[in-house]
């Protein structure tokens, strides 16, 4: 079951329900959480995620459960040097 969402905050576009992603920073780890029914704005991208949502994901990392999966996240620093480089 779909949920419903108000048009964005942000831009007044249409939000509509995608399966998205998550990413979490838990007790300085980076966690994932798949297929998260989140209100994506058509317009400018928001994103929205319904209290129940939250609630839900909150209890997946609190169970401290088995991952489905791990995976490896390459970590890059942002150049500031490569910034100048490009022009506007
Ligand atoms: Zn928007």
Redesign the pocket.
Known sequence: MKNKYSD?F??G?VVEEKLMPREIRWGGQLLIIENVPMGV?A??G?KVIKPKVAKVIDQIIEEEREPSKTIEVPVYEYELNLAEQIQD
């Open positions: 964005c942000y831009c576009g704005c317009q400018c928001e």
